[in-house]
């Protein structure tokens, strides 16, 4: 009737209307299979439009469940498609059973624990357990249902948690496709989400290696979050969050399995190496979860995973993003930065970071002054971090780039351009900012030096200062005398950075020969701050007590204890005795020449005065006792005589020098007389002659008299006084030495000077007796040698060589043939000829020096003459 329905088939009826070969299938045991409920009549005049034509009659009932069956797929049991969800697998029906009706339920537990427990039981089916999450949650992500899309990633996380290791490969793949569609999306909680869900499974340790799965996706999109520029703020803050916590995710999970992508390739560290920094560089909050403090974290974590051979990809970055922002001009950012890289590296990597940055400087040899004083800076913080004991390998190679630098610089201060081409200008003040960091920087390498290799820094330094007639001009040809003054100035201040720290026991070995007088040399140079620079260094080497420091802090140099100060004495060594024997004269002589300069100012007699004082403290024997009181002398006689050029301050100086020294030296050991003699006459002094005291001379504004120095005899210091007072005690067996005035030898290196007379005004320590003199009216004779001569010699060559040869062959034949008394007899001669010349040379050599009266004392035995008993024989 049209009123009604049709009636449709039963169930058993479809069942059975199946192909041949497909059954049904089984239901789960204690479920019957229910029959469709007949559908109610419509009301009067209310009919089903016709239906449509099926192909075949045979086939409109499998059709017709094939379409209830996908349409009711993936819907919650019960009412009208109760019977089509019973026939479903049974982990999907477990998968659909941890889906509240209600998202804001959050996830089922109870059925979330059966879902665990059969994924458990079945590991083979976890592959289909996942791809069907990850179908779920594409199809709720699509209908933008994001409370599902919560719940189906708590619900991977939980099976990723729970599965052991061998299995968990089966649920990565579907995983990791999952976070990429929610990375992909556009919203930040669904970014936020798919992190979270990430580092969770970055976490998880893995015993199987995986050889298909790519990170590349992560690194790019993480590295992307970390650039976010949301326009709130909070949500900003979050993302990049988000993503910085995603980059240390992919690190923790790639670094340690070389099985994995090599997170450390250049390709890699370019993305996330910048993104790191962008955020570190915004350290504008405090707290824990804020992207600088995330950032630092991550960033530390990366260096300290970082290999041997990874070091250099991952530093380039941070060089070409400081290069690209300009962030070395400001410094505090590149050091901060530097200073988590040194911290978080392992020690033994520490040179592949200096050698990073000194290729930089050089590569950057171009650019701004700021820009290279920045690097530097950066330089000299990673050395004082990098304290291990060496800066690498290539040692001096490290240095040698720092002194290039430091050329480099005083070439740009000279011509005021820092390229060749002359179009970007430079300032002296910019320059000189980046020469005071080169120096600083090169100390601060030098203290992360052990003492062997501090020598032989020192030694390379003390190379590459120029010095007329020794070493070649550093500078370049263009710079001339002002240059090679300024890199000598330079030198000499990283010399004295590297020596205030050098700390060696034994002299010979921190002052060697070829070390001490080329840095002696530098004392006859008209340049006063090269001289003050010398002494500087000579003091910072001797004092290996740091009693320089106590003495400059006393006020009065003439009214101090020395028991106050607290000067640390000790004994002399046998390695500083051989080494006053050796060095002693030398350095009393430019001492000497120092004060004869009339260009010194009150810097230079007080160092003068401190070097003398580090003498007498580190080498206090009893003959250089003697030795600096004889110079003491001399140099008063110096500034008491007219016939030197010296000023009035010179003057004042070098007595004030003396006052100062003798009034140390008299509380340091010798007896109360001395001490006695130098108080009176500093009394004296202070109540009469000021002047010629240190608290008036050296200082910032002196106090000289007007007119011509002239000094009382009762306002010096008298020999005679000081012998006596020598008497009797330790010291008076060198007394006699106090009969030989000091003076000065003239030897080869005064050619240095810039002076014309420097050898008119030095005496020989010589006396030539007439006996030994040659006679001033006979002239040696000398043959003149011509052309015809070198001719001669050339063409008689063959006739001499034959006499050679005759002569040769007699002295083999005699010492054949002849009886052995001649031999001997022949043998003696020449050995009592020899004897007599050298007998000749010792009366030259030992002969003592002259006295002051003009007398020659008389002539003691010499040493190889004097008869010993035979006992003292061995």
Not at 322 to 345: N, T
Not at 761 to 770: A, C, E, G, R
């Amino acid at each position: 009737m049209p009123g009604t329905l049709p009636r449709f088939p039963t169930v058993p009826a479809l069942l059975s209307s199946l192909p041949r070969g497909v059954s049904p299938p089984s239901l789960p045991r204690g479920i019957t299979m229910p029959s469709l409920p007949t559908l109610p009549s419509l009301p009067r005049g209310v009919s089903l439009p016709r239906a449509v034509a099926m192909p075949t009659v045979s086939q409109a009932p499998r059709r017709l469940l094939q379409d209830c069956c996908s349409v009711l797929d993936h819907q919650t049991p019960g009412g009208l498609c109760g019977c089509c969800w019973a026939l479903r697998p049974r982990y999907k029906r477990l998968v659909d059973n941890i889906f509240p009706e209600d998202p804001e339920d959050g996830l089922v537990k109870a059925n979330m624990e059966k879902l665990t427990f059969f994924a458990l039981s079945a590991p083979e089916k976890l592959d289909r357990i996942a791809a069907y999450l990850s179908e779920r949650l594409t199809r709720e992500l699509n209908r933008h249902r994001y409370g599902y899309v919560c719940i189906a990633m708590e619900a991977l996380e939980q099976l990723l948690l729970a599965c052991h290791c061998q299995s968990i490969n089966l649920l990565v793949e579907s995983f990791l496709s999952t976070l990429r569609l929610l990375l992909e999306a556009d919203k930040p909680h669904l970014h936020i989400l798919a992190t979270n869900s990430f580092v969770k499974f970055a976490n998880i340790e893995e015993d199987t290696p995986s050889y298909h799965r790519s990170y590349d996706f992560f690194v790019s999109r993480f590295s992307e979050m970390c650039h976010s520029e949301h326009e709130d703020a909070d949500i900003q803050n979050k993302i990049r969050v988000s993503g910085i916590r995603g980059l240390q995710g992919v690190v923790r999970k790639t670094v340690d399995d070389e099985l994995q992508v090599n997170i450390w390739e250049p390709r890699h560290m370019e993305q996330i190496v910048p993104a790191l920094l962008v955020n570190l560089q915004q350290h504008t909050q405090a707290n824990s979860e804020s992207p600088a403090e995330q950032t630092e974290v991550c960033f530390r974590e990366l260096l300290g995973r970082a290999a041997y051979g990874h070091i250099t990809n991952a530093i380039r970055p941070v060089l070409m993003h400081l290069d690209s922002h300009s962030l070395w001009e400001g410094r505090s950012f590149a050091v901060r930065c530097f200073q988590i890289i040194m911290y978080s590296i392992q020690s033994q990597h520490s040179h592949l970071v200096i050698q990073q940055l000194l290729g930089h400087l050089d590569a950057n040899s171009r650019s701004p002054a700021s820009v290279r004083a920045g690097i530097m800076e950066v330089l000299s913080e990673a050395a004082v971090i990098e304290a291990t004991g060496s800066v690498g390998p290539t040692v001096l190679e490290v240095f040698n780039t720092l002194l290039r630098q430091l050329r480099q610089s005083v070439d740009y201060q000279l011509t005021g351009y820092y390229d060749n081409a002359g179009k970007h200008k430079t300032t002296s003040t910019e320059e000189k900012t980046l020469q005071d960091a080169v120096i600083k920087t090169i100390g601060s390498f030098a203290n992360t030096l052990p003492v062997y290799q501090r020598s032989e820094v020192m030694l390379f330094i003390m190379g590459k200062i120029p010095v007329p007639g020794i070493y070649p001009a550093l500078g370049s040809p263009n710079a001339g005398f002002e240059g090679s003054r300024m890199i000598q100035v330079m030198l000499l201040k990283s010399l004295l950075q590297v020596s205030e720290r050098y700390e060696s026991s034994n002299l010979l070995t921190a002052l060697p020969s070829s070390f001490l007088e080329p840095l002696l040399s530098f004392t006859l140079m008209e340049e006063p701050e090269i001289r003050l620079l010398v002494l500087s260094i000579l003091t910072s080497l001797i004092d290996r007590r740091h009693n320089a420091a106590r003495l400059n802090a006393a006020r009065s140099l003439t009214a101090f204890d020395v028991s106050a100060l607290e000067l640390k004495e000790d004994g002399c060594s046998r390695q500083d005795n051989l080494f006053m024997r050796k060095h002693a004269q030398r350095l009393y002589r430019h001492v000497y020449l120092t004060c004869r300069e009339e260009s010194s100012g009150p810097a230079h007699y007080q160092a003068l005065f401190t070097l003398l004082a580090v003498l007498t403290v580190e080498l206090a024997s009893e003959e250089v006792v003697v030795d600096l009181i004889r110079l003491v002398l001399a140099l008063q006689e110096l500034a008491s005589s007219a016939q030197e050029s010296l000023s009035v301050f010179n003057r004042c100086g070098v007595h004030a020098v003396c006052a100062a020294f003798l009034h140390l030296l008299s509380q340091l050991g010798p007896p109360p007389p001395l001490q006695q003699h130098v108080a009176q006459v500093v009394e004296s002094r202070r109540q009469d002659a000021p002047h010629l005291l240190p608290e008036d001379v050296l200082c910032d504004e002196p106090r000289l008299p007007e007119g011509e120095l002239k000094v009382d005899q009762s306002l010096l210091f008298v020999q005679s006084k000081i012998c006596e007072a020598l008497t009797g005690s330790s010291y008076s067996a060198h007394a006699e030495r106090f009969n030989t005035p000091y003076t000065p030898q003239l030897t080869d290196e005064d050619r240095l000077s810039k002076r014309k007379s420097i050898g008119d005004t030095v005496s020989l320590q010589m006396d030539m007796d007439p006996q030994y003199c040659p006679d001033t009216h006979q002239k040696p004779q000398t043959e003149q040698i011509t052309f015809e001569t070198l001719k001669n010699a050339i063409e008689d060559r063959g006739g001499v060589e034959e006499e050679e040869r005759r002569r040769r062959m007699e002295v083999v034949e005699r010492f054949q043939t002849a009886p052995f008394e001649e031999i001997a007899a022949h043998c003696g001669s020449r050995t009592s000829l020899l004897q007599s010349k050298l007998d000749q040379v010792f009366d030259l050599i030992i002969r003592p020096p002259p006295s002051p009266s003009g007398h020659s004392p008389p002539r003691s035995t010499p040493l190889y003459e004097m008869k010993f008993p035979d006992l003292c024989v061995y």
